[in-house]
Nanobody, 120 residues
C-alpha cells in the first residue's frame, strides 16, 4: 500500500539544475532513513545521498557540494541538483525505510524512478 513516486526529472544542459521530489503515499506508522539512488545504462545502481529522520545527510563523493537532500514535510523529500554534469545522467530512484505499523518490521521501499539527462 505504501508507494513512493519520484518527479522532477528531465533534460538539462551541463551546468544546469534540476529539483527531484519523492512523495510517500499510503498509510504507514513511521518513516526513517531515506535515500536517492541512480543507475546509468551499463552501470550498477549507486547511492547518491541519504538522510536520517533527524535530518543528517550524507552524499556520494561524486555529488558532494553540488546536490542537497532535504525534507519538506513528513511525506516529501527533495534532491536539489546543481552544476549538473553528463556523468549525472541516470534514472534516479527514491528509497525509504518504513514501518507500516507499530508491530511491523522496518523494510525498504522503492519508487519507479525518474529519468535525468544532462547534455554536453
Amino acid at each position: 500500500q505504501v508507494q513512493l513516486v519520484e518527479s522532477g526529472g528531465g533534460l538539462v544542459q551541463t551546468g544546469g539544475s534540476l529539483r527531484l521530489s519523492c512523495v510517500v503515499s499510503g498509510g504507514f506508522f513511521s518513516l526513517h532513513n531515506m535515500a536517492w539512488f541512480r543507475q546509468a545504462p551499463g552501470k550498477q545502481r549507486e547511492l547518491v545521498a541519504s538522510i536520517t529522520r533527524t535530518g543528517t545527510t550524507a552524499y556520494a563523493d561524486s555529488v558532494q557540494g553540488r546536490f542537497i537532500f532535504s525534507r519538506e514535510n513528513a511525506r516529501k523529500v527533495t534532491l536539489q541538483m546543481n552544476s549538473l554534469k553528463p556523468e549525472d545522467t541516470a534514472v534516479y530512484y527514491c528509497n525509504a525505510d518504513i514501518r507500516e505499523a507499530y508491530s511491523s518490521d522496518r523494510r525498504g521501499y522503492w519508487g519507479r524512478g525518474t529519468q535525468v539527462t544532462i547534455s554536453s
